[in-house]
């Protein structure tokens, strides 16, 4: 299932069967002197190893707040978070994270962007590079090595960040809308990258998009969210083959079912209540 | 797919740019010499350059060592305004309770004029170097503190939450992230500083002092010897600049990545 069985070792045996991430009935508020917004209310979800899961709702709905609560950096007001069986009380350092905005260092070219994450981890410099360089050329980046991030297009810094979130072999990837301010084309091939990845590192992926064809395409499964308060409103399970071509997906019929659906139930929570 | 860098100012750019600022300083020029030249203004009040260059040759030895002596205060008195300014920063940007307590108060103290206290140092430290140090330090401090707590207050929160997530200790934090991010903002505090210094170190020779160019221009002053005035004013005036163009190397060594963004002339930057 998992091929990074070295760092799986410490996280305790998990058989497949077992989820790698396991939120139970969470509720998430965040008050302030004025108001109190409730982000999430009564989340469940369960995600095996291996999977793929996206997340899809409209802005605002706490999607990404269900990542960062994975992530150890927003705390549970009610209800439990597990990651590799454990329960997540602070920060987890056994993910990759790639954020909405690309987050590199201005002041380091890509290679060395890349390897902050060995360096903040203390990872054996020797092993870390050459994983750096088998990644740079797994995203297409090779030649732009010492480039710093303003000389880069926005899917170049959105790759730059992938293979640092990917660089210590984490067993559980986060992603937080990635793409999203990637044009259209860029996307699409961005995609395709994605599930490419996917495929090869047998990574288990959460991913928060707002767009659906990006949302069908790359989930095993997609987790719709109603707007604030967010609700998890239906999880669709389309049944498309993991390995997925670009336009031959998008003319599946069963991609056009899931994505319907999708859309209506997106639609259906932007109605007036 | 990748922007192409800003082209680098080459020497060609450099005059491009650069002829402007010299026409106007060149014309300022011409205009001091026409007045002294036609004797508009009494020779007492404004020499002529060549009696301020005649000076400047007779008296080098002499001028040269108070310039030496202000200097060093100078960069001393910047030095120490750049390490401790920088330590209050992190001090009030990693602690709330110091951040209440201390940063009202450095804000305030910013009000007293500072030149104001000088007889009071002079009075503590007597008539050496330390009481220009010292004034040279409290006027410099202020813009070394503004601008490192805004540039380590500037960092992307999303990098501190990804820095969590690759489980660094705050001391990585700072090393790799917080500190080279503020390094802009906190250069082109130290330019401001820089000039600032020199004010310092001269307004403390006027109140007390036997050696640097503080002390020269009241001798001169007392002597009604104009061109030896406009001579020690010229040398305060490069001192800054010299000082100024130093920083602006140091800001190209610390932060090419920032200085690669802009466009156009070292100088024009402040």
């Known amino acids: 299932m998992t091929a990074t069985a070295e760092q799986g070792a410490a996280t305790g045996p998990a058989p497949a069967a077992e989820p790698i991430i396991e939120v139970s009935h969470v509720t998430c508020r965040f008050t302030s002197r004025r108001s109190e917004t409730v982000a999430l209310e009564d989340v469940s979800l369960a995600v095996r190893p291996g999977e793929f899961v996206t997340v899809a709702g409209p802005s605002g709905c706490g999607k990404s707040t269900l990542l960062k609560l994975v992530a150890g950096l927003v705390p549970a007001t009610e209800g439990d978070v597990r990651l590799y069986g454990r329960p997540v009380t602070g920060p987890q350092r056994e993910i990759g994270f790639a954020f909405q905005r690309s987050a590199l260092l201005e002041w380091r070219g890509v290679r060395r962007n890349i390897l902050l994450q060995a360096e903040m981890r203390g990872m054996d410099r020797r092993r870390a590079e050459e994983r750096a360089d088998r990644l740079i050329e797994l995203t297409g980046l090779t030649g732009f090595e010492k480039a710093l991030p303003h000389e880069l297009s926005g899917g170049m810094q959105q790759r730059v960040a992938l293979c640092r979130a990917l660089l210590h072999e984490p067993r559980v990837l986060l992603m937080d809308e990635p793409f999203g301010a990637l044009d259209a084309l860029t996307r699409e091939q961005m995609n395709t990258e994605m599930n490419r990845i996917w495929r090869e590192t047998g990574t288990t992926v959460v991913l928060v998009t707002h767009s659906v064809p990006e949302a069908v395409y790359?989930?095993?499964?997609?987790?719709?969210?109603?707007?604030?308060?967010?609700?998890?409103?239906?999880?669709?399970?389309p049944g498309l083959p993991e390995h997925r071509e670009y336009g031959p997906t998008l003319a599946d019929p069963r991609f056009a079912a899931a994505a319907a659906r999708l859309r209506d139930l997106l639609g259906a929570s932007h109605a007036p209540e | 797919m990748v922007t192409s860098r800003e082209a680098r100012p080459t020497a060609v750019a450099l005059l491009a740019e650069g002829w402007r600022p010299v026409a106007v300083l060149l014309?300022?020029?011409?205009?001091?010499?026409?007045?002294?030249?036609?004797?508009?203004?009494?020779?007492?009040?404004?020499?002529?350059?060549?009696?301020?260059?005649?000076?400047?040759?007779?008296?080098?030895?002499?001028?040269?060592?108070?310039?030496?002596?202000?200097?060093?205060?100078?960069?001393?008195?910047?030095?120490?305004?750049?390490?401790?300014?920088?330590?209050?920063?992190?001090?009030?940007?990693?602690?709330r309770t110091a951040e209440r307590s201390l940063y009202p108060l450095i804000l305030f103290a910013q009000v007293i004029p500072k030149i104001a206290i000088a007889p009071i140092l002079v009075v503590w430290f007597g008539f050496g170097m330390t009481p220009k140090i010292v004034l040279a330090v409290l006027i410099a401090f202020f813009p070394v503190v503004v601008s490192a707590v805004a540039g380590l207050r500037s960092v992307d929160p999303e990098l501190l939450e990804l820095s969590a997530t690759m489980g660094a200790s705050r001391w990585k934090t700072f090393r790799k992230i917080r500190f080279p991010g503020a390094l802009p903002q906190l250069v082109s505090g130290l330019k401001v500083a820089v000039t600032l210094a020199v004010v310092g170190a001269v307004v403390g020779e006027f109140v007390g002092a036997d050696r640097g160019l503080g002390y020269v221009l009241l001798l001169a002053s007392g002597n009604l010897d104009a061109p030896l005035l406009f001579a020690d004013l010229l040398l305060m005036s490069l001192i800054g600049v010299v000082l100024f163009v130093l920083v602006e190397v140091l800001e190209r060594l610390l932060v090419p990545w920032h200085a690669s963004r802009r466009t156009g002339l070292a100088l024009a930057t402040v």
């Open chain 1, 218 to 237: 790359l989930g095993s499964r997609i987790v719709v969210m109603s707007p604030r308060p967010g609700r998890i409103v239906e999880i669709l399970e």
């Open chain 2, 27 to 95: 014309a300022l020029f011409a205009v001091w010499w026409f007045v002294a030249w036609r004797e508009l203004v009494p020779a007492y009040l404004v020499p002529s350059p060549g009696a301020v260059a005649e000076t400047m040759a007779a008296d080098w030895a002499m001028l040269l060592e108070h310039t030496w002596v202000t200097t060093l205060e100078t960069i001393v008195g910047f030095a120490l305004a750049a390490v401790i300014g920088v330590a209050a920063a992190v001090l009030l940007v990693y602690s």
